[in-house]
């Protein structure tokens, strides 16, 4: 997994780049402390997961991620940030970040949280997890039914989110279905957007409650 580290601590970037040196499917393409630093470190490195910071010199990382995501949209942004505010982590999700994380986690659930993010799964805390739910409690639209949304999905999308529904790993599914692993996570990644879940697991819930999994 390719890591572009953007934060205008150069210490702390150090710090990612020999705990990421010990762990053999990271690799740090760049770091960098500026949000045009970040934009063209983006486009020449192409990384799979961009480390962000909230506060940069140049601006907010919400402004860096937007930016980011209009010229590399498949790009998978993390907040990692000592700013643990309700609004910055609504902010940043709403900026299209797939987790919001806090710098005083502990090494191996970090990694364990990067490593969740190339399965589809989102990096955010259960307690932030909470506030993000409550914040869409007051915004959300009436209960659509079940035909609306998962009209939104591919019928291909519709046979994995079933075998999501079996807890079946990806390489299960890809067994199962005659495809390769990768075209399982990439149709994941997509149910997950379609239906504006964190994770599997949700999706498999929500199939469950609508009768789309027995």
């Known amino acids: 997994m390719k890591i572009l580290i953007v934060d205008d601590h150069v210490l702390f970037r150090q710090g ?4 990421f040196e010990t762990e053999p499917d990271f690799e740090v393409v760049g770091d960098v402390g500026t949000i045009e630093e970040a934009i063209r470190a983006a486009q020449t490195s192409r990384p799979d997961l961009i ?12 402004e860096a991620t937007k930016a980011i995501l209009k010229i590399l949209p498949d790009s998978k942004i993390i907040f990692l940030t000592v700013h643990p505010a309700h609004a910055r982590l609504i902010e940043a999700i709403r900026a299209g970040a797939k987790g919001y ?41 009436p209960v659509t039914p079940a035909s609306d949304v ?4 591919t019928d291909r999308e519709l ?23 990768n075209t399982v996570k990439h149709h994941i ?12 697991r949700e ?3 929500l199939a469950r409650e609508l009768g789309i999994i027995p």
Do not use: C
């Not at 480390?51 to 990382?61: E, I, K, S, V, W």
């Not at 990644?189 to 599997?200: E, T």
């Open 16 to 19: 990612l780049i020999d705990l």
């Open 51 to 62: 480390l962000m910071d909230f506060g940069l010199p140049d601006g907010t990382g919400v």
């Open 101 to 141: 994380l806090l710098k005083n986690l502990e090494i191996d659930k970090l990694i364990h949280a990067l490593r969740g993010v190339q399965s589809g799964e989102a990096a955010v805390s259960r307690t932030m997890m909470m506030e993000i739910m409550e914040e869409l409690s007051h915004t959300q639209e």
């Open 150 to 153: 998962f009209s939104r999905l």
């Open 159 to 181: 046979e994995i989110l079933r075998e999501i529904g079996t807890n079946a790993s990806n390489r299960e599914i890809a067994r199962r279905l005659f495809i390769s692993e």
């Open 189 to 200: 990644y997509s149910i997950m957007d379609k239906l504006s879940l964190p994770n599997r």
């Open 203 to 205: 999706a498999a819930k």
